[in-house]
């Protein structure tokens, strides 16, 4: 498969999105970076926190399940060229990629999203075959739907917020004094409030919802590497500058839904400001793509995105160590703005230490793996299929024999 540069680029950029995101989840927790109260920061660290809020925050992973969506349709058309059974060998990517999912949020973080979208990859099947029309039709709907969905504010009674803010306060406690045994204890066996018995239909109805929610970046991903977009970026300069119009928007949807927590509408806010906020960050970095293509900081942002998987998990391997209390036990104690500069330090290491990988190895570890998995051969390499081996080399014979 033919790599396109800048969707590589674009995947290294939303990894360094996705690290100052999850810095949030690191430092404070998965449910402790919403309740922020909890922890005390100083007026500069408060504004730190805003900003990632409305800049930062759900609005990098759309970037990351949009290219998601695209690189499976260039994967299949790749599969397709060499005539063997696609949706076999999607199959077995998939599965490898909840394996890896799952072992990641077992021993090491909770914020796993790989299970995620190797589940979601099932769910992609459906659409592999289907015209870019209809893709974008498809995500258009789920998109309006998903997003009148997150009309209304769910209020918590006081109990619950008595029990919410006891699981926040033990988990801080563990997360910056405990050992890697007790981390690991509170991670996979104490539940939070959300995920009691009494919330066990909310809970059924959020996991048959999720798919929906975030349909409609897989399926535009999936249109735009079926209409071959960004194969030809000096050619699609036009519709880059139509979709930079979307960054003050979902700027200011973001913004009025964070300064309007508590009201009915911030979460609608929220949800489609995020996404066209999305959109114009891969408009804005595919137009800046065209005339710094070959600058050292375009290349590093390939350079990452070539090695994502691997990139995603040392995020998560080097910040637990940072925050947990079986490394350095700066959980909840290195405030936002420090974080943020933390985040830039450790991001631009990947795009060092990733460049100068690329140099000595095509692929990174973890790539390795997924593609023996999905490729099922140890080199990697996709097998012809044998009933066609076999056919060809009858006809040969008989060729011969005449």
Not at 282 to 311: D, E, P, R, Y
Not at 334 to 350: D, E, H, K, P, R
Request: charged share 20%; hydrophobic share 50%.
């Amino acid at each position: 498969m033919e790599r396109v540069r800048l969707i590589d680029g674009l995947r290294g950029f939303s990894l360094f999105g996705i690290l100052l995101a999850n810095m949030l989840i690191f430092q404070y927790g998965m449910f402790g970076k919403d309740e922020i109260s909890y922890f005390s920061l100083s007026d500069l660290d408060t504004g730190a926190y805003q900003f990632i809020k409305i800049v930062v925050e759900g609005s990098f992973m759309p970037i990351f399940t949009f290219l998601f969506g695209y690189s499976l349709i260039k994967l299949v058309e790749s599969l397709r060229k060499k005539d063997v059974r696609v949706r076999w060998h999607l199959v077995r990517r998939f599965i490898l990629l909840i394996i890896i999912g799952i072992l990641h949020g077992t021993f090491l973080w909770e914020g796993d999203i790989l299970a995620f979208y190797g589940f979601m990859g099932f769910f992609l099947l459906i659409f592999i075959n289907r015209k870019v029309k209809t893709l974008i039709i498809w995500g258009a709907i789920l998109f309006l739907l998903t997003s009148a969905m997150n009309y209304g504010v769910l209020e918590e009674t006081k109990e619950q917020e008595e029990k919410l803010s006891t699981y926040i306060t033990k988990t801080n406690d563990i997360y910056t004094n405990g050992t890697y045994s007790d981390i690991s204890h509170h991670r996979n066996n104490e539940m939070p409030p959300i995920f009691e018995d009494e919330n066990e239909f909310l809970l059924i109805f959020v996991i048959i919802l999720a798919p929906f929610v975030t349909a409609p970046l897989f399926l535009f991903g999936m249109a735009a590497a079926k209409a071959n977009l960004f194969t030809r970026p000096s050619l699609e300069r036009k519709w880059y500058k139509i979709g930079v119009w979307l960054l003050p928007i979902g700027l200011a949807l973001k913004g009025a839904s964070v300064f309007l927590r508590e009201n009915a509408w911030s979460g609608m806010l929220l949800n489609v400001g995020a996404q066209l906020l999305s959109v114009g960050y891969i408009s804005l970095f595919a137009l800046l793509f065209i005339a710094f293509a070959h600058s050292k900081v375009f290349l590093a942002f390939q350079s990452v995105g070539k090695l994502s998987l691997t990139n995603y998990i040392m995020q998560s391997v080097i910040c637990t160590t940072i925050f947990y209390g079986y490394g350095l036990g700066l959980f909840g104690d290195l405030g936002m703005l420090n974080s943020i500069i933390l985040g830039l330090v450790i991001f631009a290491l990947q795009c060092l230490c990733s460049s100068l990988y690329l140099k000595k190895i095509r692929r990174g570890p973890l790539e390795i793996i997924l593609r023996i998995g999905t490729n099922f051969s140890w080199n990697g390499a996709v097998r012809k299929r044998k009933t066609r081996l076999k056919k060809s080399k009858k006809i040969e014979l008989e060729n011969t024999l005449v």
